[in-house]
């Protein structure tokens, strides 16, 4: 029997940001692409402002553990805000 993995609630900060990041996916997608220059448009655009999709894709591209891909889009979310 396959169970779904319980979804861990994120700190509200990290919410509030991301949902501020959502709104503006366009404007920052140029500024993640300039940080993590191995994603290519495509990925961008399938992520598509979502949080847990860009944090997939960092892992893939980079080879990252989920907790350093979220470290290091932190990093450049603070930068933009």
């Known amino acids: 029997m396959h169970t779904s993995p319980v979804p861990v609630p994120q700190p509200v900060e990290v919410r509030m940001e991301w ?3 959502k709104g503006s996916w366009n404007v ?3 500024r993640v692409r300039e940080a ?3 994603l290519t448009d495509d990925d961008l655009d399938v992520v598509a402002g979502q949080r847990d999709q860009l944090v997939g ?3 893939q591209r980079y080879g990252y553990a989920k907790e350093e891909a979220e ?3 932190d990093q450049v979310l603070k930068t933009w805000s």
């Open 19 to 21: 949902e501020s990041v």
């Open 28 to 30: 920052l997608k140029g």
């Open 36 to 38: 993590f220059g191995k």
């Open 57 to 59: 894709r960092l892992q």
């Open 71 to 73: 470290r290091r889009l």
